[in-house]
């Protein structure tokens, strides 16, 4: 399992990328919208120049802000024009209001633009992005969750439950990895990406539930590090060391 840092805030990137943490960054218009106002892609652009002087190749993920595909299309073009990475992923969402995005998913791929496709709930999301040829495959890990409980959904939920669209283990995340690692045997070049991370554990049990990679914030990220028992052992080197010396 791979750690990715899921934000487009700077000081966090240039932290995680200096303790060597992340493998990868990913990031959404809603990410972006916490940062200072400015340009969409002079923003990408700093991000990018981050990413190049860190000189390993990390993997990128720009979302496109259009619901239209054509825009789409048109936005993902300029990305990779003005941006200049390698490996930038334009991510693309699986659909919206019963649009399939799976048109633009397969465009881009066959142009060799690597392609996230985003905001999947479901295996089959997730196996139909991949089958469309996106590299990457979004899981939005707990909000799949929130969906059994929220009462906004109740009656969205019940439809989607009756007509059998769905099944109750849709809800749980770790369940739907699992799934999708079989249905997606055949499109090896794919990787499940778990986002809407809130947790460790959430990290471990996405990972032993079948992400290949796994994003999370800045706090996640680091605290995945942490351990009061560490702290103790490696202070305990430094004060012996220190006795010894003197
Ligand atoms: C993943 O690619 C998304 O950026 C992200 O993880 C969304 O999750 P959240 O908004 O629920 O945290």
């Given at each position: 399992?791979?750690?990715?840092?899921?934000?487009?805030?700077?000081?966090?990137?240039?932290?995680?990328?200096?303790?060597?943490?992340?493998?990868?960054?990913?990031?959404?218009?809603?990410?972006?919208?916490?940062?200072?106002?400015?340009?969409?892609?002079?923003?990408?652009?700093?991000?990018?120049?981050?990413?190049?002087?860190?000189?390993?190749?990390?993997?990128?993920?720009?979302?496109?802000?259009?619901?239209?595909?054509?825009?789409?299309?048109?936005?993902?073009?300029?990305?990779?024009?003005?941006?200049?990475?390698?490996?930038?992923?334009?991510?693309?969402?699986?659909?919206?209001?019963?649009?399939?995005?799976?048109?633009?998913?397969?465009?881009?791929?066959?142009?060799?633009?690597?392609?996230?496709?985003?905001?999947?709930?479901?295996?089959?999301?997730?196996?139909?992005?991949?089958?469309?040829?996106?590299?990457?495959?979004?899981?939005?890990?707990?909000?799949?969750?929130d969906g059994?409980k929220e009462t906004e959904y109740e009656?969205?939920?019940?439809?989607?439950?009756?007509?059998?669209?769905?099944?109750?283990?849709?809800?749980?995340?770790?369940?739907?990895?699992?799934?999708?690692?079989?249905?997606?045997?055949?499109?090896?070049?794919?990787?499940?990406?778990?986002?809407?991370?809130?947790?460790?554990?959430?990290?471990?049990?996405?990972?032993?539930?079948?992400?290949?990679?796994?994003?999370?914030?800045?706090?996640?990220?680091?605290?995945?590090?942490?351990?009061?028992?560490?702290?103790?052992?490696?202070?305990?080197?430094?004060?012996?060391?220190?006795?010894?010396?003197?």
């Amino acid at each position: 399992m791979k750690l990715f840092l899921d934000s487009a805030n700077l000081g966090e990137i240039k932290d995680a990328l200096d303790g060597g943490m992340i493998l990868g960054i990913t990031t959404n218009p809603s990410l972006l919208a916490k940062e200072p106002k400015g340009s969409y892609l002079a923003h990408m652009e700093t991000i990018v120049s981050l990413l190049k002087k860190d000189r390993r190749g990390l993997s990128l993920s720009v979302e496109v802000f259009s619901d239209k595909p054509n825009e789409m299309v048109k936005q993902a073009r300029e990305f990779v024009k003005k941006l200049k990475y390698k490996n930038l992923a334009v991510k693309i969402p699986v659909s919206f209001r019963g649009q399939s995005y799976l048109g633009v998913v397969r465009q881009l791929s066959e142009d060799g633009i690597i392609v996230n496709c985003t905001a999947c709930m479901t295996p089959l999301q997730l196996s139909m992005a991949a089958a469309a040829g996106a590299t990457f495959v979004s899981l939005f890990y707990n909000r799949v969750r929130d969906g059994a409980k929220e009462t906004e959904y109740e009656a969205a939920r019940k439809e989607m439950l009756e007509r059998k669209d769905i099944e109750p283990a849709d809800f749980n995340p770790n369940n739907i990895l699992r799934e999708a690692r079989a249905l997606l045997a055949p499109y090896q070049k794919a990787e499940i990406i778990a986002g809407s991370i809130r947790s460790v554990l959430d990290v471990k049990e996405a990972g032993l539930a079948g992400a290949h990679i796994v994003t999370a914030s800045f706090k996640t990220t680091k605290a995945t590090l942490a351990h009061f028992k560490t702290d103790h052992a490696v202070g305990n080197f430094l004060k012996d060391f220190q006795k010894w010396i003197e």
